[in-house]
């Protein structure tokens, strides 16, 4: 088995995706809104409450710039994928229902000895003014598919504050949290079946890494950006470790101007989203 690294930097023909005031709440419940307290969060879990207008969730912005699909990666166990990295920028806030049209390429593939990384950028722009509306890059890891001699790719400087966070937040996530969340689109079974999970090493399913990072955009976004989506421009992080559905997450946040650099870590202090970074625009 072995990668194609001749998809690199091929763009994918366009494609149009589009989604419903459905698909936005459904995403957010997904990600664990109204969970504890369901008259919180309104504004993205309803369409139809008394002077509450629906919104989306920032993060849902990952989902609606999915789609475009390039050449064939290569012949790989898919059981061996996971999702390493993700990145997007908001050119301005979502609509409840709407449609990109989206266009996609590998930027890199990376070896990183015990697997390959392979980073995407994606570009979703509105279809009838060109205007860009969602850049979104991402990256996944490959166990097994290193070794082949290639660049280990660029380096990070982020570092843990030595100061104490400026804001700590908690959400717990529900037990069924990934056999919701998977109704956004994402059915990998890793995330339902005992016998896939097992094949990857797990003992059980494990959560969604997008799940997770919706979880800690909504921690950001209600504690930085007085839960206003207009104001959340974009965020990053790696993912670190997995989420098992039912545990909860505590994101802890350093401010700096319009920056927050964040991490997000289980109740056992693992680490699950690390590198964390997120532009707030001023309120």
């Given at each position: ?62 989902l ?66 060109a ?10 890891f ?28 908690t ?5 069924e949290?990934?056999?919701?969340y998977?109704?956004?689109g ?7 079946d ?23 955009g ?6 930085l ?5 207009a ?8 993912f ?24 997000t ?19």
């Amino acid at each position: 088995m072995s990668l194609n690294h001749d998809v690199i930097g091929v763009e994918s023909e366009p494609v149009e995706r589009s989604w419903t005031g459905k698909d936005t709440l459904l995403y957010a419940v997904g990600v664990g809104a109204g969970l504890d307290d369901p008259t919180r969060e309104l504004a993205f879990t309803t369409e139809n409450s008394a002077d509450v207008r629906q919104q989306v969730l920032p993060t849902f912005a990952v989902l609606a710039a999915q789609g475009a699909r390039g050449r064939d990666l290569g012949d790989f166990d898919r059981a061996m994928l996971v999702h390493a990295e993700q990145e997007f920028r908001l050119h301005r806030p979502l609509p409840p229902a709407g449609t990109v049209r989206i266009t996609s390429k590998v930027t890199g593939i990376y070896d990183k000895g015990s697997g390959a990384l392979v980073v995407s950028e994606a570009l979703a722009v509105d279809p009838d003014s060109a205007e860009p509306m969602i850049t979104s890059r991402s990256s996944v890891f490959i166990r097994g598919e290193g070794g082949f001699g290639g660049s280990r790719g660029p380096g990070s400087q982020w570092k843990v504050p030595d100061v104490p966070p400026d804001h700590e937040v908690t959400y717990r996530t529900r037990p069924e949290q990934a056999l919701i969340y998977r109704l956004s689109g994402d059915r990998n079974p890793l995330h339902s079946d005992p016998a896939f999970a097992a094949r990857a090493g797990f003992d059980r399913p494990i959560l969604h890494g997008l799940c997770t990072y919706g979880v800690t955009g909504r921690a950001l976004l209600h504690t930085l950006a007085g839960s206003d989506p207009a104001r959340f421009a974009g965020m990053s992080g790696r993912f670190s470790a997995p989420v098992f559905p039912g545990e909860s997450l505590t994101v802890s946040m350093w401010v700096d101007g319009d920056t927050a650099m964040f991490r997000t870590a289980k109740q056992d202090g693992t680490v699950v989203i690390d590198r964390g970074t997120a532009t707030i625009a001023p309120g």
